[in-house]
């Protein structure tokens, strides 16, 4: 996705997937509301909503991954084990992004992921379990 805002060729799923088995660290943008803490925003008459973040997933072999918000101000260490499914939700003004669901050791939470981007990352993290 990345590489798509700079102008350059989109690689394929699979190019991905070779160069994570290699060894390449690799960085999927995202959003979230829930890794690293929730974000509560104030609309009004004492009602808060719990808005989306944008952020990185670090995915590097034989390192745990990490999310990071865009700002730097957010950021958590996910541990296996792990699981990843998709919710079938859809992200308001994202269209190229699905919303997941990541099961870690610590909790679930929620991550929208570009669609092109959805096979590497379910590699890394493998289908959840029902």
Known sequence: MLLRWVWIR?????QDIEDFR????LQVVGFTKSIGGA???SVG?????TRTR???LRLAVG???VW??????????LRPPFGFKPTGGKVPMAPKFERYELVTA???????????????VLYVFGPAQN
């Open 10 to 14: 989109r690689r394929t799923p699979a």
């Open 22 to 25: 290699n060894g390449q660290p």
């Open 39 to 41: 974000a509560v925003a």
């Open 45 to 49: 008459r004492g009602k808060e909503i």
């Open 54 to 56: 944008q952020g990185y």
């Open 63 to 65: 390192e745990a991954p």
């Open 68 to 77: 990071s918000d865009r700002r730097g101000d957010r950021s958590a260490t």
């Open 106 to 120: 610590d909790g679930t939470y929620d991550v929208a992921v570009p669609k092109k981007d959805a096979e590497l």
